[in-house]
């Protein structure tokens, strides 16, 4: 298990992986996950560049905040890590919901990005009926607890050769998901109902981009990352076979090949 450190914001504690040297790289994991989902780019990666890997409020062993958490917030806790920690300019790569705070954390700093790598992530917002769904999640995990939302999660999130050939990692996300905080799930439930669309934004971001995705993936498919591949100007794309939406979970040696392809000529 990765060595965390903390800091914390206005009393809410942060917790954060801090592994390696070199060029910060900052890993946002998905909903409703925490840091472990990126074990394999840590693991990895740390060898070459600084591995920074945080749980967000309300998952992992960070603090909770109850009510509504936005993407804005999220965004805001990440940059003021990197003011914590002495960093001016980061690779920013989020999967998912992860990759929803990139997209708000490059709205309102864009000139501390060296980089962006969105994973198995959506530029849109919410349509009004998903959006009025994360209430009826947000109500339900509270009253029921977190198995409703593993149940209704994780036969999407990987591809059938995964769930196949690798049945321990939905026992691993079922895990992680049991010990997170239930006001946690629904305060980010909640904040991603009401997050902005990017779309028409995507042609305005400047910095190196990196799209990965997973070819099965049933949540952010190929072709709706393909189309924001093709709005971002000189963004790339690579599709990583054999892998769902936790791409780097499911096929860590390649999403880490195409990670440091990216870093190595950027
Ligand atoms: C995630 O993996 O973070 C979620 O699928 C995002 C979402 O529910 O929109």
């Known amino acids: 298990m990765a060595n965390m450190k903390t800091f914390s914001i206005n009393g809410t504690k942060i917790s954060f992986v801090d592994s390696g040297n070199g060029t910060p790289l900052l890993l946002v994991h998905s909903f409703p996950l925490d840091h472990s989902m990126w074990d394999g780019q840590i693991e990895a990666l740390s060898a070459r560049y600084r591995v920074i890997a945080p749980d967000l409020r309300g998952f992992g062993q960070s603090g909770v905040s109850?009510?509504?958490?936005?993407?804005?917030?999220?965004?805001?806790?990440?940059?003021?890590?990197?003011?914590?920690?002495g960093i001016d300019k980061v690779v920013l790569c989020?999967?998912?919901?992860?990759?929803?705070?990139?997209?708000?954390?490059?709205?309102?700093?864009?000139?501390?990005?060296?980089?962006?790598?969105?994973?198995?992530?959506?530029?849109?917002?919410?349509?009004?009926?998903?959006?009025?769904?994360?209430?009826?999640?947000?109500?339900?995990?509270?009253?029921?607890?977190?198995?409703?939302?593993?149940?209704?999660?994780?036969?999407?999130?990987?591809?059938?050769?995964?769930?196949?050939?690798?049945?321990?990692l939905a026992e691993k996300i079922k895990q992680v998901i049991d010990r997170t905080d239930l006001r946690g799930i629904?305060?980010?439930?909640?904040?991603?109902?009401?997050?902005?669309?990017f779309t028409a934004e995507l042609a305005r971001i400047r910095c190196p981009?990196?799209?990965?995705?997973?070819?099965?993936?049933?949540?952010?498919?190929?072709?709706?990352?393909?189309?924001i591949s093709k709005a971002v100007p000189n963004a790339e794309f690579k599709t990583i076979p054999q892998a769902g939406h936790m791409a780097p979970l499911e096929q860590p040696q390649a999403v880490n090949a195409a990670i440091e392809d990216f870093l190595r000529r950027m």
């Open 209 to 227: 981009t990196l799209l990965i995705v997973g070819e099965s993936d049933a949540i952010s498919p190929v072709a709706e990352m393909q189309a």
């Open 186 to 197: 629904a305060a980010a439930a909640l904040g991603m109902a009401q997050r902005a669309d």
């Open 66 to 85: 109850e009510g509504v958490v936005t993407m804005d917030q999220f965004a805001g806790d990440l940059a003021d890590l990197l003011v914590f920690l």
């Open 94 to 168: 989020g999967l998912s919901m992860g990759g929803y705070i990139a997209l708000e954390f490059w709205r309102k700093y864009a000139n501390r990005l060296r980089a962006l790598i969105f994973c198995d992530t959506r530029a849109k917002n919410d349509t009004p009926e998903a959006a009025a769904n994360r209430l009826v999640v947000a109500e339900k995990v509270i009253r029921e607890g977190s198995h409703t939302v593993a149940d209704a999660m994780i036969p999407k999130l990987f591809s059938p050769i995964t769930m196949q050939e690798q049945p321990h």
